[in-house]
């Protein structure tokens, strides 16, 4: 699991990497623990997991596919949401 969880906090800083290049104030003193903490104490099938279920598209390219693109275009670099956007987009193409 600690695996899981060190990939989880790359993405996260990722995003927030992102976030503050785009000069928007995310309202806490910790982001990234209180994104931690939240995710954990969550108690439901995320709708990604529902979606690859059904054998559904998901929402990947809105998310972390986004924060790809989106980092892209200003030099940032982000190869754990590229790993996970190629990872999950892979798996939306196997029928299982």
Same mark, same amino acid.
């Given at each position: 699991m600690a695996a899981l969880d060190e990939f989880q906090t790359h993405i996260i800083e990722e995003t927030l990497a992102l976030v503050e290049a785009r000069g928007v104030r995310i309202p &806490?003193?910790?982001?990234?623990q209180e994104?931690?903490?939240y995710c954990a104490t969550k108690f439901h099938r995320v709708?990604? +997991?529902?979606?690859? &279920?059904?054998?559904?598209p998901t929402e990947i390219d809105a998310l972390n596919g986004?924060?790809?693109?989106?980092?892209?275009? +200003?030099?940032?670099?982000?190869?754990?949401s590229e790993s996970l956007t190629a990872l999950i987009k892979g798996r939306e193409l196997r029928r299982d």
């Open positions: &806490a003193d910790t982001p990234l994104i931690k903490q709708s990604m +997991l529902q979606h690859l &279920a059904r054998g559904r986004y924060v790809v693109t989106e980092s892209r275009k +200003l030099g940032l670099c982000c190869p754990y």
